[in-house]
Structures are given as structure tokens and as C-alpha cells.
């Protein structure tokens, strides 16, 4: 099955000099886990072509790429290049199946647009940086390399640069947001801090929770009612008004 994503050494080298992205895994023996994760890798391959990175697989018996296949320890990790050199390299625990597949190749595309936060300082900080800018998209996912965390990081590639997205998977930063074993979304109002509904009383920015379960449709379905006006229906007026965030 994992010969339809199979390149050649030549292949791999035009592509590295190309500069363009590619997810690769260079294969030294066959084993019941190497084939569990070369089947899952080539299901990421559709997913990940959207966005603009190739995956691949390199038989290092028929196509031998000398700095990823003489050392034995390479064969338990994957690899992603960028710019013509390795950007990152990942063990397969931590890719394991296609969505910790895209969602950890996509986080680390999106490193720096995507921000890492632990505590409420940290978000604070980044509230402060954003006010007057842009709202902000802040993601919990309950582990990195769930269905939750793709999804947050598809839509961060395609939002990334109208919302600021942070993410968290834990720490004191919960305590203040609802903590919760369940992965969620906030829209933090950031842009325009203050609304007819919510008035300035703290330098913290207005928060609306997403009370969907999180998936990529979810999302985008989310941050485009976020975008919309609010309409209220104001009975003795007989008529609707627009109350604009």
C-alpha cells in the first residue's frame, strides 16, 4: 500500500533543492509497526497535499540517502523539511496515525502563528499585544496529536493570519478558563474590546465560548458567527436591531 507514496533518492534531492515542503520517512526494515505507521502515513498524504506538503517514503535497501539511512536510530522518526534543509524531525510515537500525522507536521509549519501558552500570564500577554488588532482564536485540546488538535490546526492555517491562535493542553491557564477534561474553544474580542453587551471593566478581553463539540466544520462555522452582526428581536419595537460587537 505505502508504495504509491514510495520517492526515489533522486526525487528526494530535486525536491530539497526545490526548498519545498516535504514529510518523509526513510525506511530500513520492515516490521508489524513500521507497516501500521506507513499505512497511516500514506492517508495523510491527501491531507497534507492541500497544504502544500508532500509525503513520502524512501526504501533505503533500493534508494540509500546516506544522513538518514546509515544511522539505525533514524528509522524511528519521520522527518519534515522546509526550505531546502531538515526543519524538524518527529519520533513516530508522537506520529502515530493521520491526525497526529497533520496535526503535529501543521503545528510545526505554523510555529510561529500558532502561540504555546501555559499559564494566564503568558495569554495575558498576549491579550495585551493584541488589543485593538485582532481577536484572538484560544484552543484547549485535551493532548497534542488528537482529531481536536487537527482540527484547530487546519483552521489556524487557512485563520492564521485574520486571528492570533493560541493554544493550551493544560497548566494553571485552565483554572481561569473554565478548566475542563474537555477540548474547547474561546473567541477572545480583542479587536474591539468592549461591546454593547459587554462593558470595559478589566484589562482582559471579552471571552464567548464555542459549546459545539470542536471539529475543523465546527470551527469555521464558530468563527463565522463570531463575524456576524447580533441580532435581537425587540418585541414592542416590532422590528429587528442590530447589535454590532
Known amino acids: 500500500m505505502s508504495n504509491h507514496i514510495e520517492i526515489t533518492a533522486?526525487?528526494?534531492?530535486?525536491?530539497?533543492?526545490?526548498?519545498?515542503m516535504m514529510f518523509l520517512y526513510f525506511q530500513q526494515q520492515v516490521s508489524p509497526t513500521i507497516s501500521l505507521f506507513l499505512m497511516e502515513l500514506e492517508k495523510s498524504a491527501?491531507?497534507?497535499q492541500d497544504y502544500g506538503v508532500?509525503?513520502?517514503k524512501v526504501t533505503?535497501?533500493?534508494e540509500p540517502v546516506q544522513a538518514y539511512c546509515t544511522d539505525a536510530k533514524q528509522q524511528h522518526r519521520a522527518f519534515l523539511f522546509r526550505g531546502g534543509k531538515e526543519f524538524l524531525s518527529f519520533s513516530l510515537d508522537t506520529v502515530f496515525d493521520v491526525n497526529s500525522i497533520v496535526a503535529e507536521v501543521l503545528f510545526?509549519?505554523?510555529r510561529d502563528e500558532v502561540k504555546y501558552v501555559h499559564t494566564d500570564a503568558d495569554l495575558l500577554t498576549?491579550?495585551?499585544a493584541a488589543k485593538g488588532k485582532k481577536d484572538?482564536?484560544?484552543g484547549h485540546v485535551r493532548s497534542?496529536?488528537?482529531?481536536e488538535h487537527r482540527s484547530l490546526m487546519e483552521t489556524a492555517y487557512v485563520y492564521g493570519s485574520k486571528y492570533q491562535f493560541i493554544l493550551i493542553t493544560g497548566g494553571p491557564v485552565l483554572k481561569v478558563n473554565e478548566s475542563s477534561q474537555l477540548s474547547r474553544v474561546w473567541f477572545v474580542h480583542c479587536r474591539v474590546h468592549g461591546t454593547v453587551t459587554t462593558p470595559v471593566t478589566s484589562e482582559r478581553c471579552p471571552l464567548t465560548r464555542m459549546r459545539t463539540a470542536l471539529s475543523t466544520l465546527s470551527l469555521h462555522t464558530f468563527l463565522q458567527l463570531m463575524e456576524a452582526p447580533l441580532v435581537v428581536f425587540t418585541v414592542h419595537q416590532k422590528k429587528l436591531e442590530w447589535l454590532l460587537f
Not at 10 to 20: C, I, P, T, V, Y
Not at 144 to 147: C, R
Open 126 to 128: 498576549l491579550e495585551k
Open 46 to 48: 491527501e491531507a497534507l
Open 54 to 56: 508532500l509525503v513520502g
Open 136 to 138: 484572538i482564536v484560544l
Open 108 to 110: 510545526a509549519i505554523l
Open 10 to 20: 533522486a526525487d528526494f534531492h530535486e525536491r530539497l533543492l526545490s526548498g519545498k
Open 144 to 147: 497534542l496529536g488528537t482529531q
Open 60 to 62: 533505503c535497501k533500493k
